[in-house]
């Protein structure tokens, strides 16, 4: 069983679209962290929510943590080809004393020119 | 500053065999952190050490196992390799570990078990 799942599994986009990614949980994360991960690389931190209900951008990115922190969302404006790769939100769990942070499954982006 | 480097980037071995991966993280960091990435099972966590302590362990077995040296330079080791440990393996270094500390990675080790 997934402690976080992510929807949806795959979206293929023409460049230009909007889209959205979702990470959801029954579990309260202290923080939460959505990576991209492009083929025969690592993830790399795109962002770090930590307050509930917090929204940040990064330009054409906007994230959002929601009020619970159970769950989390991604959205995309003006898709391009660049973006394309496996997004992965990842939780910090709340109850011991040095988080241990777990990934969900991801979400494969291909934004098609 | 450098980043996260893993060595081997590749890796062929066969059932019942032992596997040692190898971990730098970025200078002056000193958490590591060791996850496993299958297409099935996305990344699932291992284990991470903080001052050549582990402090964290994921659901593996006692196959699974690592280490953390005073450089804070950590190896991995699978033992008895069955066909499922087929996977890249990814190894994230961050400051302290602490909360909301952002987990840099490798780019990991594929490694394939036949």
């Known amino acids: 069983t997934q402690l976080l799942e992510q929807s949806p599994q795959f979206l293929s986009i023409q460049e230009g679209e909007n889209l959205t990614v979702y990470c959801n949980s029954s579990?309260?994360?202290?923080?939460l962290q959505w990576y991209r991960q492009e083929p025969g690389e690592g993830p790399v931190l795109l962002v770090t929510?930590?307050?509930?209900?917090e929204v940040k951008k990064l330009k054409r990115l906007t994230f959002q943590f929601g009020d619970a922190r159970k769950d989390s969302s991604l959205h995309i404006t003006a898709a391009q080809p660049g973006d394309t790769g496996l997004y992965l939100c990842?939780?910090?769990?709340?109850?011991?004393?040095?988080?241990?942070?777990?990934f969900g499954p991801g979400t494969s982006l291909s934004v098609i020119p | 500053k450098a980043g996260v480097t893993q060595t081997p980037r590749y890796l062929i071995k066969t059932r019942g065999q032992q596997v040692t991966l190898s971990c730098s993280p970025i200078?002056?960091?000193?958490?590591v952190s060791w996850y496993q990435q299958t297409p099935g099972q996305g990344l699932q966590f291992l284990f991470e050490?903080?001052?050549?302590?582990?402090?964290n362990k994921g659901n593996f077995p006692g196959r699974f196992s690592g280490r953390q040296f005073s450089n804070s330079r950590s190896e991995m080791n699978v033992s008895t390799l069955e066909l499922g440990d087929s996977a890249l393996y990814l190894c994230?270094?961050?400051?302290?570990?602490?909360?909301?500390?952002?987990?840099?990675f490798g780019n990991g080790t594929r490694l394939t078990v036949t």
């Open positions: 994230a270094s961050s400051g302290t570990g602490a909360r909301n500390s952002p987990l840099h």
């Open positions: 579990s309260v994360f202290s923080s």
């Open positions: 929510v930590v307050t509930g209900g």
């Open positions: 990842a939780g910090a769990k709340v109850e011991t004393s040095y988080d241990k942070v777990i």
């Open positions: 200078s002056g960091h000193r958490s």
């Open positions: 050490y903080f001052s050549e302590t582990q402090r």
